[in-house]
């Protein structure tokens, strides 16, 4: 079993072949170094490259346990307020270790409060059953994350939920549960933080929302839920170092941005993130935002998508062997065992599955993931396989240091700014505007009319 992260490859042959490989590495390498040397475009958003060894060695990291450890033995509920990157790295790193049904479980059989994320959406109904859960528990803290904190997701939900907490608590207590994680300096949130003294941490001011997750963003909430951050910063520090080897064979995050885009130039513009315990549903969540937002622009990049196999095998898998070829799929492989518990027997063998009495649901997992990675393959399906030691905080780490490294490169590599998104900005000013916020008044008209203008699907007779 291997110590690090590492990527195996050998189910995209022959759709790429040694010669598409020494014919782009020398792209990959260049694009490497453009980022380390931090000489490419958005070069002001590279704090995330040293981010684990300098968190190791801050004084910063000690106050982050410090709150958390309060929140760990005081809360009955956490609340974690943000959207994007606000939320989805903390939230696939506690969804992914802590038990599946962690939120339902007795307080005595939790490891700390229930964890409820909100300010993802704008959901009434969502918010109000937010809300609910704050009526039903003695102790409630809040972690609201917001670089500027005009956000419309997660700004309207916190003013719901900080008027609760100041109706609960009344506004000092209230101010002492309300943590915020926003600018060091500027913005609506940190100017409510200083004006109602709410404990506050920083957003780095050169790390983007989708690189935070080794940052307070994520830190704090992973470890008010009682999961060792120290450990998963030690990973990502491990990542960090052997992810500058020049050597494909030892860097996973070289070897990955090399090995799709080659398959992107080869015609497969459609990657699908697949894992095998459900667990890990928010890693892909996480990974889609982290490659979705740093590649799609200027009409280029790889389309993410995800499945949970085996489940979705049971709903996409037809698509997937069948349908057109321009997917390719990388696999996420934990090599070492998450549960031992096996198939109890039974004699009567009405359901014909004797066979696998005795064995372990593990055991079944990967034969089905073997099965699938042959099937796809000879369905014409190339597939990266990223294998994982062991599903814990230091591997995690790993995982996502890796992951982020190779988004850069590979953003480079297609020629892009992968740590910008202007497009994000688009959606935003429209429904500004329909909204009646002050200072988009001068395109309301424009938009209500181009909503007329629309084509209209009519049924004829």
Not at 192 to 197: G, Y
Not at 201 to 222: A, E, K, M
Not at 311 to 340: A, C, P, V, Y
Request: proline share 4%; hydrophobic share 35%.
């Amino acid at each position: 079993m291997s110590e690090k992260i590492t990527i195996d490859y050998s189910y995209t042959f022959p759709f790429i072949t040694e010669n598409d490989i020494n014919e782009h590495l020398k792209n990959a390498l260049d694009a490497m170094k453009t980022l380390e040397e931090g000489t490419g475009a958005g070069n002001d958003f590279i704090g995330w490259r040293d981010l684990p060894q300098k968190m190791l060695s801050s004084s910063e990291l000690k106050e982050i346990i410090e709150v958390a450890n309060e929140i760990y033995e005081k809360a009955d509920i956490f609340i974690c307020i943000g959207i994007g990157g606000s939320y989805l790295g903390a939230k696939a790193v506690v969804e992914s270790l802590l038990h599946p049904f962690y939120n339902t479980l007795p307080k005595n059989e939790r490891i700390g409060p229930k964890v409820i994320f909100a300010g993802q959406n704008i959901s009434g109904r969502w918010l109000e059953a937010v809300l609910e859960e704050m009526d039903r528990v003695d102790s409630v803290y809040v972690n609201v994350i917001s670089k500027s904190g005009t956000t419309t997701e997660p700004g309207i939900a916190f003013r719901n939920i900080k008027q609760k907490m100041e109706k609960k608590y009344g506004k000092i207590e209230a101010s002492k549960r309300i943590i915020a994680t926003t600018d060091s300096k500027k913005g609506a949130l940190r100017t409510l933080a200083n004006t109602e003294k709410y404990r506050t941490f920083i957003i780095p001011d050169d790390v983007g929302g989708r690189f935070s997750v080794l940052t307070p963003v994520g830190l704090l909430p992973i470890a008010g839920v009682g999961i060792d951050i120290t450990k998963l910063l030690k990973g990502a520090n491990e990542a960090s170092s052997y992810c500058k080897d020049k050597d494909i064979a030892t860097n996973p995050s070289l070897t990955y941005a090399l090995i799709r885009n080659i398959l992107l130039n080869k015609g497969y513009h459609t990657e699908i993130l697949v894992n095998y315990e459900p667990c890990l549903h928010y890693i892909s969540e996480w990974w889609k935002q982290l490659y979705g937002e740093s590649e799609g622009k200027n009409g280029k990049g790889i389309f993410p998508a995800s499945v949970d196999f085996t489940t979705d095998l049971h709903s996409m898998g037809q698509w997937i062997q069948d349908g057109q070829r321009f997917i390719f799929e990388t696999t996420l492989n934990i090599e070492k065992e998450l549960s031992s518990l096996k198939v109890t027997s039974d004699k009567e063998d009405l359901d014909g599955l004797e066979y696998l009495a005795g064995k372990s649901y593990d055991e079944i997992n990967k034969k089905a993931m073997m099965g699938t990675l042959v099937a796809h393959y000879e369905g014409k399906v190339p597939n990266i396989v990223v294998n994982i030691p062991e599903l814990n905080s230091y591997y995690l780490g790993q995982l996502l240091y890796m992951f982020e490294k190779a988004c850069g490169i590979s953003g480079y590599m297609l020629g892009v700014n992968p740590f910008d998104q202007p497009g994000v900005e688009d959606y935003k000013k429209n429904m500004f505007a329909l909204l009646n916020k002050k200072g988009y008044e001068n395109i309301k008209n424009n938009i209500e009319e181009k909503l007329k203008k629309l084509p209209q699907g009519k049924i004829t007779k």
